[in-house]
Structures are given as structure tokens and as C-alpha cells.
């Protein structure tokens, strides 16, 4: 039995400090938090001194035994758990749970999974820094308080099943906000004036006039004095400039630039740099810090030189600018910065590659520039000077420095790249080859992404590098918010051109509005925030949130006690949630939108218990008609008449082949129901438009979408096109086909192909299976794993050891799952007799 036990986080990470220490060191994995507070219940002692009931789920109990025999049978038992307030609240908890003698525990932290880093902690172990834990217990504990007692009155007042949170309330505040914003933006039109020039040597550059128009006629009336005009440089100067690299990455910085670059979401940020972290290739990923420490900074020096040479290589020291940044970490760099790429997984190799250049780009030299600006008088056609100038603006690089390896990104790019500059002088006349004046208008604010929604949290001080990921995956798994796609619409604009002294008008298009994969607020999101935001000002407010992560930070550093901080918040909080249970009004986003012209009943819109609902008739009206407003529809911004338009559905159609034809609006959108089969209407068309020859169209072309295409193994092969893009059907297994086919030809190669790369995948990502009870365990997205029973899913983190749970375990986390599902139907049952019941009673006075 090795002397020494080592307790970490996760067993990749275990994998690999077991390569570093002997044969006297056993490293385990806790599989991150063995306690945490009880899911059923607060958890918390507000009656005392707020001390949190801390359990050991089911799961976690039998790992928990297990550690507990280990560090019994150690002589040193050392917590090795990740360097900031999360990890030292792991280290506690396992100490006290293991019970662990405080003589023979030592916790030790590093910032990155070398054998020298290792080795280092381990000579320099320290005790469990209580106060980093009670920062973590004061987190912990505030935001389930707010949880717990925000949630029921968003229950009882807006609708079941929502949740509230301190962090993620804020951060819908702020998407739903910006959407109020580009809702009430109004464009405003002006002309931008441009033109291109040629040089005596026959060089083409472009030029504008510095300033816009503010109407068309202003901009005609400048073209009209073109007519004819000549032009001069009357002004060129030449200056030196330089551009400075970006900082090592921070958490938030990362996340960040993973995003414009890679088009990562956060959380697979995340994921793939703890991963990256665990093997041993980047250090800690989860810091505010954008230092490097001498070794590193010197490491990234002999790479520069070795490289690029001596002259591209300058030391650099970076200062944070977060505001409380707290644990000491450096900032997240390759441990070997002779390592310039890694094999293996693509995703992980992508985001090694841009930590490497990052890190590099850091320590080196300046990249020297020289701008060159360019003013251009006008001479009109009696050779009189006007008072409008052309300028043109050049860049030209001198020197590459820290651009020969990395450029960092930005959110938004607005303005052009400037290019360079032909060779010109003073006094050189050019010739113009033509000047637009085209109508552009003002933009609204950028709609949210991930990585500017990080930014925003970051700048004002909200949530901490361990926070942001969650906090958006909660928003968009609550449905809060989602990532949208908005269509956008079709906008005219003029253009005027000036040519060979002639001049043309003509009239463009172009789609404004249109997003993808930008943060849009639903209708509950919205609802909810107007709620909270109405009740709850405190809690939503801005520098009411930053300061409470201040107040954590005052804890961590022992400045403040975390008890009192409680007894402080909740002697407010508690009374106000009471009093707004108690009075305020029930909020559900209903509109009143007019009067139904046929029976004279109020219409109006609100949320309904499955979603957003028209309705004909007021609350109290016995005949109220209900409608299901179509997905592209939002409660604040539906119209009388596109309301009016959802009660004139289902519309039948007619008979084909002795079935009835049917358009309709549903969950997913419009659709043409022809007797069971379901047919989606094409995207943007508007169901009252289809008629029955449309609709039998569409009837032919799904029956020919249905037709098997091929033969596999005596079982007939489909195609089609889903809402994940293009994809073959066989034996119910649905098959993705990627762009390497060509989805309209398929051959019947290509068909096997894909169904036999499919099986094998089916096979590698089983884990467990027993056949006679139906059941398996399966590999899901991002390393989890899949409990799956016929049609029953339990979903396994991805610290469980699926390949050791028994055949008993596993049934009882399906009874488990299944005990849940059933437990609404109770109430069904109750319901129906109540029915039953009031069907007797009625049948006694008949």
C-alpha cells in the first residue's frame, strides 16, 4: 500500500500526476464535490447563523467509502484540488467527510499538472485556507437563498417550473434590455461620398469625403459641382506608429476570442481547455490574472529567438484590469512553449494553437507602421477651389513584430482595413474615375453574443471566471433566452453615381436586421425580467450585484466575516419577498390588442401554461377561444391583425385521396396535415396562403422524400432534410450526411458507407449493455454518459465510472427517473375523479 494518497478533482487530471510521483504516492479523483446542499430542500439555517446542511448524495457515497479506506490505510494524505475558492471548498469537504487526521493532511495547489510544478508543491504544502472556503460557503449560500426564494413567487405569479438566480437574473436583464433598445431604435439616413482616384502612373486608390450628408439633395448638389472639377493633392504626411500585442488570456479573454475565432460557445471553451489543462498542456484555466511567471516569460524569450530572431523578442509584465481579481494565478499559457501544436482532438488542438500564439505574441516586439494621410482638393469646373476635401488613409508595415504570429479579434468590425497607399507627392494631379453618394443609415445596437455577454458581466464587476458558462447555459436551458436567428427584412436604398460626368441614380436592397447565434430574449425571459426587475430592484441592480462579488472577495481576504454578510442580505431580502408573494400583481405579458369584429369580445395575447397564447374573450368569459401564436411571434410585438389571422386556423382544405387536408399552426411552425401525415410549410410562408393544389404538391413531394432510395440488409433506406441539416434513415436510425457527399447523388456506396460508419459508431460509444433487460450506457457529448431504457434517459456526469455500475444500480436510477415521471399523474388521477365526481353530481340534478 503506497504511503502517500493524493485527492484531485478528476481522474484525467489523476491520470496524469500519477506519471510524475513514485511508487509511494496513489493518486485518486474525488470526481469533483463530494457534499453540497440537498436538492429537496434550503439547506440553510437562517434561523441561526446561516450554517449550510452539507450531504453526500447517493451517488458520491460509495466513492466517499471508498476515499475514506484509502486515507485510513496513508500515512500523509495530501488535497490537491484546483488553486481557487471552488477547489479549496473541495479540499474542506474532504477533509471533513474522510475525517482526516489534521497531522497526517497536508493541502497542496500548483497552476499547472508539470512534473516540476508538481514536485514544487509537494516540498511547499500549506494548511486549508478557511477564508478562500468561506468565500465559496458565502457564494454557495446567498445564491441559494435568492434561488429558493425567488423561484416559488415567480411560480406563483408568473408561471410554474421558472427559476430565479442572482447572477443569471442579471445577465437576462441585460440581453433583454439591449433587445428593448434595437426595438426602439429609429434609422437615420444619410449619404456617405466616395470615390476613386488614378495616379499619373496609372495607380487606383480610394478615397472620401470625411463628412455625410444629411439629405439627398445636399448630396446631389456636391456632385453636381464634380462636374468637370480636377483634383490635387494638396496635403500628404507621412507618420510613424506602432500596435502593441493583446495580454496573455484570462478566462474571460479566452472565452472571448475562442469565439470570434473558432466559434466556440463558452462552454465548450470551457471543456476543452479543462481537458487541455488535465493533460498536463495549459495551465489553470479558471484565472482573472494576465501575468507570466519569469520561467514562462523566459521560455516564451528562447522560443521568439529560436523562431523569428532576437529582434522580434521584448519581455513584456501586463497588469489586470478585472475589477477584485482574486486568487494569485498566472495567466492561461502552454506549459511548454516548445510545443507549438498538439495532436489528437481537433477542438482541443484548435484552442491549444491560439493559447500557444497568444502567450507567444505576449513577450514579443511592437509591430512598427507607418500611416500615411492623403488630402485632395476639389477644383470645380471654372477651376474655383470648393470647401469639401477628399482624404484617403494608408497603413503600410515596417516592421511585422507580434503580427507575424497573432492579431487579436474584436466583436463587431465596423470599419474598413486601411490598405496601402500609392507612391504620391504635393501638388500631384489625379484623375477620377467615379464618386458614389449612397444612402446608409444609422445601426442599432449589436444584439448580445456569448463572448460580448462575458465582457459586459466582466466590466461591470458580475460573476467571476468559474461563473460565466453556466450562467449562460442556464439562460438558454431555462429558455430565457436562445440563440436566434432573425430573418431580418428588406430595405431601399438610393445610390448616386457620378461617372464621366454623367449622373445615375439607381435604387438597392439590402437585409437589415438579420442575426444568427446572437442572444434574443423569448417571451418568458422577457416576462420574468419585467417581474423581477419591478419587485426586485436590488437584486437586479447592476452595482448591487458587483458589490456583493466585492464583498466575496473582502471574505477571501479575511476582511469581512461571511456570517454577518448573510444576516445583512437576508434581513432585507426575506421581509420583501413576503411582501411581494403577498401583494404583488400576477404578471403574464398580457396585452389587450382590441375587439373581435365578429363577436365584439376583448382580444388579447398573454402566456399561457404551455407558452404564448392569443385569446378572444376576457378572463372571466366562460366561451373564451384560445390560439398558439406561431414561433416567429412575440408577445410585445404581435399585431391585432396577425392575431386575427391565428383564429381563422386549422383550415381545412378539402379531400385528397378520401383524406382530409388540413393547414394548421404548431409547436415548430405552419404545417399542412393530410390525414396523420405532418407536412411543414416552406420557411416564411404564411399558412392562410396555401391552398389545395399547393398542399397536394406537398403531399407528392413527401411521398417522394419518403420513397426508399436504397436497400441495406433487407431494410428499405430514406432521405431527407431535418432541422440539423440533410440525413438518411434506416432500420429508425437516423444517419447526419456531411458535406463530403453529395446528398442529391447519393450512390449506393455512399449510402453503406454512411450506415456502416454509423453502426460502428453506435458500437464504440456503448459502454455497458445488458440485452436481456433492454438496457445500456452509452457515451453522450461532452465525455458524459447516456442510462438509457427504451424511451427512459438518465442522463450520467461525466465523473461517473459507467463502466463499473451493475446491473442493479442501474435499474434503480431508471426507477428512480421513472418514479419522477409518474409523480404529475397522481394529480391527473386526482383530477379525474374530481371530474368523475362533479359528473355524479350533475347526473343527480339532471
Request: charged letters at 35%; glycine letters at 6%.
Amino acid at each position: 500500500m503506497a504511503k502517500n494518497l493524493v485527492i484531485v478533482e478528476s481522474p484525467a487530471k489523476a491520470k496524469t500526476i500519477e506519471k510524475f510521483l513514485g511508487a509511494d504516492f496513489k493518486v485518486s479523483s474525488s470526481f469533483g464535490h463530494i457534499a453540497d446542499l440537498p436538492s429537496k430542500e434550503l439547506g440553510v439555517d437562517v434561523e441561526g447563523d446561516f450554517a449550510p446542511k452539507y450531504i453526500v448524495s447517493s451517488d458520491k457515497k460509495k466513492l466517499v467509502s471508498e476515499l475514506k479506506s484509502l486515507s485510513q490505510k496513508a500515512e500523509m494524505v495530501w488535497l490537491a484540488s484546483d488553486e481557487d475558492r471552488e477547489g479549496e471548498a473541495i479540499a474542506w469537504h474532504l477533509a471533513e467527510e474522510l475525517k482526516l487526521d489534521k497531522n497526517k493532511t497536508k493541502r497542496i495547489v500548483f497552476h499547472e499538472i508539470t512534473k516540476s510544478a508538481i514536485l514544487k508543491a509537494i516540498e511547499n504544502p500549506r494548511q486549508i485556507d478557511y477564508n478562500l472556503v468561506n468565500a465559496q460557503q458565502a457564494r454557495r449560500v446567498l445564491d441559494r437563498l435568492v434561488g429558493y426564494e425567488l423561484s416559488p413567487v415567480l411560480w406563483k405569479k408568473v408561471k410554474g417550473g421558472l427559476s430565479a438566480g442572482r447572477v443569471q437574473s442579471v445577465a437576462v436583464r441585460l440581453i433583454v434590455e439591449r433587445e428593448r433598445e434595437i426595438e426602439a431604435f429609429s434609422p437615420v439616413g444619410s449619404f456617405r461620398i466616395d470615390a476613386e482616384f488614378t495616379t499619373a502612373d496609372g495607380s487606383k486608390f480610394k478615397a472620401k469625403l470625411p463628412k455625410n450628408f444629411t439629405t439627398e439633395e445636399e448630396a446631389k448638389d456636391f456632385l453636381q459641382k464634380n462636374l468637370g472639377a480636377s483634383y490635387k493633392i494638396s496635403e500628404l504626411t507621412k507618420k510613424p506608429a506602432k500596435k502593441s500585442p493583446a495580454a496573455p488570456f484570462t478566462t474571460s479573454t479566452l472565452q472571448q476570442e475562442a469565439s470570434r475565432k473558432l466559434y466556440f460557445s463558452v462552454g465548450k471553451t470551457m471543456t476543452m481547455a479543462q481537458r487541455l489543462y488535465e493533460a498536463g498542456l495549459i495551465t489553470y484555466m479558471r484565472t482573472d490574472s494576465v501575468n507570466l511567471s519569469n520561467d514562462a516569460k523566459s521560455a516564451a524569450q528562447k522560443e521568439i529567438i529560436s523562431s523569428y530572431g532576437k529582434e522580434y523578442s521584448k519581455s513584456r509584465d501586463y497588469k489586470s484590469k478585472s475589477k477584485g481579481a482574486q486568487e494569485a494565478h498566472e495567466a492561461i499559457r502552454p506549459t511548454d512553449m516548445s510545443l507549438h501544436t498538439i495532436t489528437g482532438d481537433r477542438d482541443q488542438a484548435r484552442l491549444y494553437d491560439l493559447i500557444w500564439k497568444r502567450t507567444l505574441a505576449s513577450q514579443m516586439s511592437d509591430a512598427e507602421l507607418e500611416r500615411t494621410n492623403v488630402k485632395i482638393d476639389i477644383h470645380s469646373n471654372g477651376k474655383e477651389k470648393i470647401s469639401e476635401n477628399f482624404v484617403a488613409n494608408g497603413e503600410m508595415i515596417k516592421f511585422d513584430g507580434f503580427l507575424k504570429v497573432y492579431l487579436e479579434g474584436t466583436d463587431f468590425e465596423e470599419e474598413e482595413q486601411e490598405g496601402m497607399l500609392p507612391n504620391m507627392k504635393n501638388g500631384d494631379d489625379l484623375d477620377n474615375n467615379y464618386i458614389t453618394a449612397t444612402e446608409r443609415f444609422t445601426r442599432p445596437p449589436y444584439r448580445y453574443t456569448e463572448a460580448s455577454l462575458v465582457k459586459q458581466l466582466e466590466e461591470l464587476g458580475i460573476g467571476r471566471p468559474s461563473t460565466y458558462a453556466p450562467t449562460i447555459s442556464t439562460i438558454i436551458g431555462r429558455n430565457y433566452v436562445e440563440k436566434g436567428s432573425i430573418e431580418g427584412t428588406e430595405r431601399k436604398y438610393l445610390q448616386v453615381t457620378l461617372q464621366k460626368d454623367k449622373l445615375k441614380e439607381k435604387v438597392l436592397t439590402e437585409m437589415v436586421g438579420s442575426d444568427k447565434g446572437k442572444l434574443v430574449p423569448t417571451d418568458i425571459g422577457m416576462i420574468v425580467n419585467d417581474f423581477l426587475v419591478e419587485n426586485f430592484k436590488n437584486i437586479l441592480d447592476y452595482n448591487f450585484t458587483a458589490k456583493v462579488e466585492q464583498d466575496f472577495d473582502d471574505i477571501a481576504e479575511g476582511k469581512e466575516e461571511w456570517t454577518r454578510m448573510m444576516r445583512d442580505f437576508y434581513a432585507d431580502f426575506h421581509p420583501h419577498v413576503k411582501h411581494v408573494e403577498e401583494n404583488a400583481d400576477r404578471e403574464s405579458g398580457e396585452r389587450i390588442l382590441g375587439e373581435d369584429p365578429e363577436s365584439g369580445k376583448t382580444i388579447l395575447v398573454r402566456l399561457g401554461k404551455y407558452g404564448p397564447i392569443a385569446q378572444i374573450g376576457a378572463p372571466d368569459d366562460e366561451e373564451k377561444k384560445f390560439a398558439s401564436l406561431r414561433p416567429d411571434q412575440q408577445l410585445h410585438l404581435v399585431t391585432f391583425e396577425e392575431v386575427i389571422d391565428l383564429f381563422k386556423l386549422p383550415k381545412t382544405l378539402g379531400i385528397y385521396e378520401k383524406e382530409e387536408v388540413e393547414v394548421n399552426n404548431g409547436r415548430f411552425g405552419p404545417y399542412v396535415r393530410f390525414g396523420k401525415t405532418f407536412i411543414s410549410l416552406p420557411k416564411g410562408m404564411d399558412p392562410l396562403d396555401v391552398d389545395m393544389e399547393f398542399a397536394k404538391e406537398l403531399i407528392e413531394e413527401k411521398r417522394k422524400a419518403d420513397a426508399p432510395i436504397h436497400i441495406y440488409d433487407g431494410l428499405p433506406v430514406q432521405k431527407g432534410v431535418g432541422r440539423f441539416g440533410p440525413f438518411i434513415k434506416w432500420n429508425n436510425m437516423f444517419i447526419n450526411v456531411n458535406k463530403k457527399y453529395d446528398f442529391d447523388n447519393l450512390s449506393e456506396a455512399d449510402i453503406e458507407e454512411l450506415i456502416v460508419d454509423k453502426k460502428q459508431k453506435e458500437i464504440d460509444k456503448l459502454i455497458q449493455e445488458w440485452p436481456e433487460e433492454n438496457i445500456r450506457i452509452e457515451k453522450a457529448r461532452w465525455g458524459r454518459f447516456n442510462l438509457i431504457k427504451g424511451k427512459t434517459k438518465v442522463e450520467l456526469s461525466k465523473d461517473t465510472q459507467a463502466d463499473k455500475i451493475t446491473l442493479e444500480e442501474a435499474k434503480e436510477m431508471l426507477a428512480k427517473k421513472t418514479a419522477k415521471k409518474k409523480s404529475p399523474a397522481k394529480k391527473t388521477t386526482a383530477a379525474k375523479s374530481r371530474k368523475t365526481k362533479a359528473g355524479k353530481t350533475t347526473a343527480k340534478k339532471k
